[in-house]
């Protein structure tokens, strides 16, 4: 479905990208890891529109999107859940939540979607009235991830979901992750909580200083005596 080819990316005169590439199927959890500034998240903002790539290629189901803008991106279906939530505190959460649907309101479907999250996340649905600002964090996170559903996204990119979490949250995100991805949806998921992300995603994509040095299934990754090392622990 999306196929990232060679991404190049620069803020400023600094380089964050140097090689990055990999690819998403049609469905399931696809985990972005690496350590801190290996691009991991400027890799998001390329692919969602926000950062320019320099060189390099994004390729949405056969089509190339590299100079699309954001707003032609979530149109097709890309969407990004940024690091830090982003809501708009003094908003409510339904507020918020038909925010997220904004690209979609011409179809009067905003009422179904909005029951549809809550249905998924029945925590949103008693907070409806409340402040997002005033949430707990975990409560800020299912908005976000629910805001980013309102638009029914066929690729959904959710960067550092546990940031900040009890453990317990967490777990819940990790397993509401799954569920969106039965239903047909490709997430790609940045995770510092790499042994989280490991038992949530399907495949895996391992960035180090800009450049892609490991791709294959969670397990592949997982069982790889280097990335064991690196980024397990172990």
Same mark, same amino acid.
């Given at each position: ?6 991404? @190049? ?19 399931? !959890? ?11 998240? &400027? ?19 056969? +089509?190339?999107? &590299?100079?699309?803008?954001? %707003? %032609? ?7 990004? @859940? ?21 690209? #979609? ?20 649905? +008693? ?19 629910? #805001?980013?559903?309102?638009? +029914?996204?066929? @690729? ?13 949250? !967490? ?7 799954? %569920? ?6 490709? !997430?790609?998921? @940045?995770?510092?909580? !790499? ?17 892609? &040095?490991?791709?294959? &299934?969670?397990? +592949?990754? #997982? ?12």
């Amino acid at each position: 479905m999306l196929k990232v080819e060679g991404l @190049v990316a620069y803020y400023g005169e600094a380089q964050a990208l140097e090689n990055v590439s990999f690819e998403l199927p049609d469905s399931g !959890v696809t985990a972005l890891l690496g350590a801190n500034a290996a691009g991991k998240t &400027t890799t998001l903002r390329v692919v969602s529109g926000v950062l320019a790539a320099r060189k390099g290629t994004v390729m949405f189901n056969g +089509e190339d999107i &590299t100079k699309a803008t954001p %707003e %032609e991106r979530v149109r097709l279906g890309i969407v990004h @859940v940024p690091e830090g939530r982003r809501l708009f505190g003094t908003l409510t959460v339904e507020e918020n939540l038909l925010l997220g649907g904004y690209s #979609r309101r011409k179809d009067g479907k905003s009422k179904d979607r909005l029951a549809r999250i809550y249905s998924m996340l029945p925590k949103l649905s +008693e907070r409806r009235t409340q402040l997002a600002g005033t949430l707990s964090g975990g409560e800020q996170q299912m908005c976000a991830v629910g #805001r980013g559903l309102m638009s +029914e996204p066929t @690729v959904l990119m959710i960067d550092e979901m546990s940031l900040g979490l009890a453990p317990v949250i !967490v777990s819940q995100m990790f397993t509401f992750v799954k %569920e969106i991805a039965a239903e047909g949806v490709s !997430v790609l998921l @940045v995770e510092q909580q !790499v042994q989280h992300a490991l038992q949530a995603a399907d495949r895996a994509t391992i960035i180090d200083k800009g450049v892609t &040095t490991h791709s294959g &299934t969670a397990e +592949e990754i #997982r069982n790889d005596p280097k990335v064991r090392e690196a980024y397990l622990g172990v």
